[in-house]
């Protein structure tokens, strides 16, 4: 694993930053509303949203007095990469149960 992939994982080890990860998935948002989808305090919200700037996941645009923020997915490739192997596996894996379920008796 290269030491971009770890650094990657140790940014995407801590639970809040994935969960704003999540919440920037569904659309930009401004700071004050990530800050109140949880339950935190503003500067540990943005302690958060500093690391996840820092590593390229987010990127941030200033608009009127808010600044907002927006999902970066470019930097999860490695991460994609290193998936990639053990997706195949888990598709094996998963066609076999289905094959399994399909010679079972329905009740």
């Known amino acids: 694993m290269s030491d971009a992939q770890q650094e990657l994982f140790g940014v995407l080890a801590e639970q809040h930053r994935r969960r704003i990860l999540d919440l920037l998935l569904e659309a930009d948002q401004p ?39 927006r999902l970066e997915p470019t930097p999860l490739r490695p991460l994609d990469d290193w998936l990639h192997p053990y997706r195949r596996l888990w598709a094996t894996r998963l066609d076999a149960l289905e094959d399994h379920l399909n010679t079972m008796p329905d009740n």
Request: no cysteine.
């Open 31 to 69: 700071a004050g509303a990530i800050g109140a989808r949880f339950e935190l305090s503003q500067p540990t919200v943005s302690k958060h949203l500093g690391v996840l700037r820092r590593s390229g996941l987010v990127t941030v645009r200033g608009q009127a007095q808010q600044r907002w923020y």
